[in-house]
Antibody, heavy 122, light 108 residues
Framework: QVKLVESGGGVVQPGRSLRLSCEASGFTFGDYGMYWVRQGPGKGLEWVALIWFDGSVEKYGDSVRGRFTISRDNSKDTLFLQMDSLRAEDTATYFC???????????????WGQGVLVTVSS | SYELTQPPSVSVSPGQTARITCSGD??????AYWYQQKSGQAPVLVIY???KRPSEIPERFSGYSSGTTATLSITGAQVDDEADYYC???????????FGGGTRVTVL
């Protein structure tokens, strides 16, 4: 079955960096786009980033563009999120998610990991 | 910036139909997706491409979209359906994915 396991979360000071990982199993990783979505404490879901199946295209939400970088290693079935210049408002649970194509050619999310908590605080 | 608008809460009695709306100007041209999130858990896809249901999702969940509004219906709602429900779609450009603010469904 599809399994997505995030790691790398923790407490980090404002302005510092953190790198999240997501190990995938149960499907052919290189056939799918992959997402990061976050959820602040007591808040709703916010799309963070999307990477094409082959890593050729990256898309970012406005609040993280220029600070976060999504990448993937298809040989290791692993997705990454490099988070630089972290701010208090980046505090959230970060979910890794799988993205198949829909019938109009756009990606969407069908499976989610359990999430990893990132806390930005001094 | 583009937004998807949902009501904050919906309350129904067991066995009734819960309807959750999602409004967005691009919905006539873009698919809507619906996710269920129970407390402390990861979201689960319940409807994709406006009205398709994953095989593991109960038949009481259905969706449709007309004009600028997509709707998720839970026919014969059960206590186990209590959760937050989020719609999701892309903006006109297809370059940004947006979630609605979420609707808390209470069944009591």
């Amino acid at each position: 079955q599809v399994k997505l396991v995030e790691s790398g979360g923790g407490v980090v000071q404002p302005g510092r960096s953190l790198r999240l990982s997501c190990e995938a199993s149960g499907f052919t990783f290189g056939d799918y786009g992959m997402y990061w979505v976050r959820q602040g404490p007591g808040k709703g879901l916010e799309w963070v980033a999307l990477i094409w199946f082959d890593g050729s295209v990256e898309k970012y939400g406005d609040s993280v563009r220029g600070r976060f970088t999504i990448s993937r290693d298809n040989s290791k079935d692993t997705l990454f999120l490099q988070m630089d210049s972290l701010r208090a408002e980046d505090t959230a649970t970060y979910f890794c998610a799988r993205g198949p194509y829909d019938s109009s050619g756009y990606y969407y999310i069908d499976y989610w990991g359990q999430g990893v908590l990132v806390t930005v605080s001094s | 910036s583009y937004e998807l608008t949902q009501p904050p809460s919906v309350s129904v009695s067991p066995g009734q139909t819960a309807r959750i709306t999602c409004s967005g100007d691009a919905l006539p041209k873009k698919y809507a997706y619906w996710y269920q999130q129970k407390s402390g858990q990861a979201p689960v896809l319940v409807i994709y491409e406006d009205n398709k249901r994953p095989s593991e999702i109960p038949e009481r969940f259905s969706g449709y979209s007309s004009g600028t509004t997509a709707t998720l219906s839970i026919t014969g709602a059960q206590v186990d359906d209590e959760a937050d429900y989020y719609c999701c779609s892309t903006d006109f450009t297809g370059n940004h994915w947006i979630f609605g603010g979420g609707t808390r469904v209470t069944v009591l």
